[in-house]
């Protein structure tokens, strides 16, 4: 099986305007691979429609319809990037039967290549097994140039999950990035919910010098100690990888997710911290996970996905 599938332009449709002015005018469908060369500001789109990881981590299985859902809400959305700044689709990484490693590898091929080729790579999920092989994608970018990536993880979950039968699964990707790049790991998670976490995975955070906020703190009215701890992390690395597992926000923003709670965070808090982020300019790549269109209701999450996106490239490129 051809684990690259090429992207479908019918998806990125909207509303007629005489003048182009929402993103489906704006975004490029790229077939086979052939990776823009161009100079300037260029974004690649990346879908990996995946849920081997959310089987085995026992999460619902839904997630592989989410890309195209997202790209669909995107398309709609209006464009306020720099106009010279090129946004293109390069389809979508699959799943041959249960063979998630293959897939994963793939993946980190394929953000490596968009990373010299300059582009900043956007990665629609598919389950939170992907920040595994985005993450590792990016470090082997950064490892020749010395330069320090930092994780920016939005969720409920630490995901420091150990292997289950020596395989990784959703709940484990950074403590695999951590095996792998023990000297490179600097992660900070937001909105980490002790209900969702048992001490087990605390003590491993503790372990790999995780840095974290528990949902308790990460609330607007403790605004200045959150900013003063994400600028702390900023300032200790050369680059950031952001990734958005939308089961950190509470259920009544985003019920379609493989595991929903009421007691996540709000859109409002996650995008001052998407604000702070992008100020800093460090930003090398994010993808968005977890999106369960199965339990979605009036496409709440799926809005909300696009949103997160928009908003952060519209910071990044305006």
């Given at each position: 099986m051809t684990l690259h599938q090429n992207p479908n332009q019918e998806i990125w449709t909207g509303r007629k305007t005489s003048e182009p002015e929402y993103w489906y005018q704006f975004v490029k469908c790229i077939s086979d691979f052939n990776f823009s060369s161009e100079t300037g500001r260029k974004i690649g789109i990346l879908g990996y429609p995946g849920e081997e990881g959310v089987k085995r981590n026992q999460g619902r299985p839904g997630a592989k319809e989410a890309p195209d859902l997202i790209r669909k809400f995107l398309a709609g959305t209006a464009y306020h990037l720099n106009e010279n700044c090129?946004?293109?689709?390069?389809?979508?990484?699959?799943?041959?039967?249960?063979?998630?490693?293959?897939?994963?590898?793939k993946i980190s091929e394929t953000v490596l290549d968009l990373l010299r080729n300059r582009h900043f790579p956007v990665l629609l999920g598919g389950g939170h097994d992907l920040a595994y092989a985005h993450g590792k994608g990016i470090l082997q970018h950064l490892q020749p140039k010395g330069e320090k990536l930092g994780i920016i993880n939005l969720d409920a979950h630490f995901d420091l999950r150990p292997l289950a039968n020596g395989k990784g699964h959703s709940g484990s990707p950074f403590y695999q990035l951590y095996q792998e790049f023990p000297d490179q790991f600097?992660?900070?998670?937001?909105?980490?919910?002790?209900?969702?976490?048992?001490?087990?995975?605390?003590?491993?955070?503790?372990?790999?010098?995780?840095?974290?906020?528990?949902?308790?703190?990460?609330?607007?009215?403790?605004?200045?100690?959150?900013?003063?701890?994400?600028?702390?992390?900023?300032?200790?690395?050369?680059?950031?990888?952001?990734?958005?597992?939308?089961?950190?926000f509470a259920s009544a923003f985003a019920p379609?997710?493989?595991?929903?709670?009421?007691?996540?965070?709000?859109?409002?808090?996650?995008?001052?911290?998407?604000?702070?982020?992008?100020?800093?300019?460090?930003?090398?790549?994010?993808d968005v996970v977890e999106l369960n269109p199965r339990f979605d209701q009036d496409n709440a999450t799926a809005r909300l996905a696009a949103r997160c996106i928009e908003y952060l490239l519209r910071k990044i490129f305006s």
């Open positions: 090129q946004i293109l689709d390069y389809g979508d990484i699959l799943t041959s039967g249960n063979d998630l490693e293959s897939t994963q590898q600097n992660y900070l998670a937001l909105g980490i919910q002790r209900a969702a976490n048992p001490q087990s995975l605390f003590n491993t955070a503790k372990n790999v010098n995780a840095n974290y906020l528990v949902m308790e703190q990460f609330r607007l009215q403790n605004w200045e100690y959150i900013e003063e701890q994400i600028i702390w992390f900023l300032d200790s690395v050369n680059k950031v990888y952001l990734t958005i597992d939308l089961d950190g379609g997710v493989s595991a929903p709670s009421p007691m996540g965070f709000n859109p409002q808090i996650a995008f001052k911290v998407f604000e702070l982020i992008a100020k800093s300019k460090k930003m090398i790549s994010l």
